[in-house]
């Protein structure tokens, strides 16, 4: 059973930082892509950032140039560097992992809430 075990989220000013992590309860290195999502209230799941088993990156607008995502399979992690955090940034943060093949395994995190507010 693949569970995804998401930490580091809580309460932080405009501007400031946090760094989001995500467990995952095997190997990490078995899974095609991570990535970070969230949902605000009301509003649609929208992807923040994934990565592949090779290294590439991609990340949806909103984090583009703000938000750095990296895995560290020796520990079954990734994680989102989230930087000069703006109050449209607070939402539920999920991690994401997938792995392809005639069928495809796509796993979800319970979240991690995030809010920005001063």
């Known amino acids: 059973q693949v569970q995804l075990v998401e930490s580091g989220g809580g309460l932080v000013q405009p501007g400031g930082s946090l760094r989001l992590s995500c467990l995952a309860s095997?190997?990490?290195?078995?899974?095609?892509?991570m990535g970070w999502y969230r949902q605000a209230p009301g509003k649609q799941r929208e992807l923040v950032a994934r990565?592949?088993?090779?290294?590439?990156?991609n990340y949806g607008d909103s984090a583009k140039g703000r938000f750095t995502i990296s895995r560290d399979n020796a520990k079954n992690t990734v994680y989102l560097q989230m930087t000069s955090l703006k109050p449209e940034d607070t939402a539920l943060y999920y991690c994401?992992?997938?792995?392809?093949?005639?069928?495809?395994?796509?796993?979800w995190g319970q979240g991690t809430q995030v809010t920005v507010s001063s």
């Open positions: 994401n992992a997938v792995r392809y093949g005639l069928v495809t395994d796509n796993y």
């Open positions: 990565i592949t088993s090779g290294g590439s990156t």
């Open positions: 095997v190997r990490s290195s078995s899974f095609d892509v």
